[in-house]
């Protein structure tokens, strides 16, 4: 295990030094191919910030878990078949694809999803799905129907880290900490390839913030956001074929719980807004992007920025030692109690915003009603 966890660390400095290196490259490229962020709207920065910050990602990514999977690949007695590893770097491949052609000229939301669930399909034909459902007392054998919530999960998580990545430093942070926690899961499981590709994960994540914290140089992009969603999805699944059958799905719920959860709530806040809509145009509603996810709510509560990133750093790093708890004791009593308390937390934080946000919008309206009608008049300029 300590030559392993060598390696991990090998991996993920190689990865973080590529990253920072590539970043530079990336900003000109963005700039060069006019994919760049302009002020303005939903955005918070006060000049134009290149958007392709996933191309450095990805090449960091490449370096790190490759240079060490190749140094290691024999010895380690190939953990994972070709078929697997096919998949897995076709769909990656696919997934970067199409939100780097996004980041540069757009796309349709029909399109990437059709990409991002041909992608997920890959993983699923190669053998990675989840296999029963586990409850107190009952593992329920899931069958078919795993293969179509594996590909549900896949192309849920990628689109939630793509959503959550709204504030500079906080995308990249989170998924850092998600991928260690996974690193240390995969450790205990002796999983050579995960820990490998976890830290070539954290690593790149880590090299690229510094340039994405705040105020952010450069920024991830879907190409860079999709990716680390659809590989941390995909190595939960992974992961859950190595583990106990009772907690195979709670242990990346958990992991994943803060940024999918709070996507998962916005969408239904989306759908369910106006009732008497067409059924399609509410579909389409759910997958816009607005500035109602638990980080604008806590900015509304009247946190600043950085405190809002730190905070949902701490809530993510809980979040994660819940899972690793879940998969040390394999209990999934414990693990459904965890769910719940996190859930609520999630609900909690955003009423809270909610709230605050209601508040300050009634007395802003107040304030402009009593301007209107209470302010004393002009006199008219002289003709």
Request: net charge positive; proline share 4%.
């Amino acid at each position: 295990m300590l030559e392993v966890a060598l390696l991990a660390l090998a991996a993920a400095l190689i990865a973080g030094v590529v990253t920072g290196a590539m970043v530079p490259f990336a900003a000109k490229l963005a700039f060069a191919v006019r994919a760049v962020d302009y002020p303005g709207g939903r955005k918070f920065h006060g000049s134009a910030v290149p958007r392709l910050g996933g191309v450095a990602v990805a090449a960091g990514l490449v370096f790190g878990a490759g240079t060490v999977a190749l140094m290691r690949w024999t010895e380690w007695g190939i953990p994972v078949s070709d078929r697997e590893l096919v998949a897995l770097l076709i769909g990656s491949a696919m997934v970067f694809t199409v939100g780097l052609v996004d980041d540069i000229v757009g796309v349709s939301v029909a399109k990437k999803f059709l990409v991002e669930f041909a992608a997920a399909g890959l993983i699923v034909w190669a053998g990675w799905r989840f296999t029963s459902l586990g409850l107190p007392g009952l593992d329920l054998p899931l069958g078919a129907l795993g293969g179509v919530l594996t590909v549900l999960w896949i192309v849920g998580v990628a689109n939630a880290i793509n959503l959550f990545d709204g504030l500079d430093g906080l995308a990249s942070g989170v998924v850092a900490i998600i991928a260690g926690s996974l690193l240390v899961y995969s450790l205990v499981q002796d999983n050579h390839f995960t820990v490998i590709l976890m830290a070539a994960l954290a690593g790149a994540c880590l090299g690229f913030l510094p340039h994405n914290w705040m105020p952010a140089n450069i920024f991830m992009g879907d190409a860079g956001s999709l990716l680390l969603g659809f590989l941390l999805a995909a190595t939960t699944v992974h992961s859950s074929l190595k583990s106990s059958a009772a907690v195979a799905i709670l242990i990346p719920v958990l992991a994943l719980g803060v940024p999918v959860m709070d996507t998962l709530v916005v969408m239904t806040v989306r759908f369910l807004e106006r009732p008497k809509g067409h059924a399609v145009e509410r579909l389409l509603r759910m997958f816009r992007a607005d500035r109602n996810h638990v980080h604008h709510l806590m900015q509304r509560h009247g946190a600043s920025r950085p405190v809002v990133v730190r905070t949902l750093y701490l809530f993510v790093l809980v979040s994660c030692a819940m899972a690793l708890a879940v998969a040390l004791t394999k209990s999934s009593g414990l693990g459904i109690t965890l769910v719940i308390v996190e859930v609520a937390a999630i609900l909690l934080v955003r009423t809270l915003g909610f709230a605050r946000f209601t508040r300050t919008l009634a007395d802003e309206q107040r304030e402009e009603l009593r301007e209107k009608w209470f302010a004393p008049s002009q006199p008219q300029a002289e003709k």
